[in-house]
């Protein structure tokens, strides 16, 4: 079974950064996969943030870009999440999500919640 485990979570001001950490555990990196990161916040829905698939091929929400950075280490077995110039409104739950093999057809991987099957337990971020 694939386990994703997250990390790096915390507390920061506003403009301050934080790197979220995602370890994965019996995830077949030799094959297609999307990795993601999602979040959410009390009686919400989960909203998708970023995506990186096998290739290297990153895509973004439109609330984060040029802010957050997405990025893995398959020798590591893990992606992160770098998050600069934070805002209040990225205060939520964040969670590390995962799909392998990825579907056909898939150009890209997704930001919905649906297209993935493996989830972490999430870790919080607090900006004040």
């Known amino acids: 079974d694939v386990q994703l485990v997250e990390s790096g979570g915390g507390s920061v001001q506003v403009g301050g950064s934080l790197r979220l950490s995602c370890a994965t555990a019996?995830?077949?990196?030799?094959?297609?996969?999307?990795l993601g990161w999602f979040r959410q916040a009390p009686g919400k829905g989960r909203e998708g943030v970023a995506s990186?698939?096998?290739?290297?091929?990153?895509t973004y929400a439109d609330s984060v870009k040029g802010r957050f950075t997405i990025s893995q280490d398959t020798a590591k077995n893990t992606v992160y999440l770098q998050m600069n110039t934070l805002k209040p409104e990225d205060t939520d739950m964040y969670y590390c999500?995962?799909?392998?093999?990825?579907?056909?057809?898939?150009?890209?991987?997704?930001?919905?919640?649906?297209?993935?099957?493996?989830w972490g337990q999430g870790t919080q971020v607090t900006v004040s």
């Open positions: 999500a995962a799909i392998a093999p990825t579907r056909p057809g898939w150009t890209e991987c997704p930001l919905q919640q649906a297209a993935y099957n493996t």
């Open positions: 019996g995830f077949a990196y030799g094959g297609t996969f999307c």
């Open positions: 990186i698939s096998r290739d290297g091929t990153k």
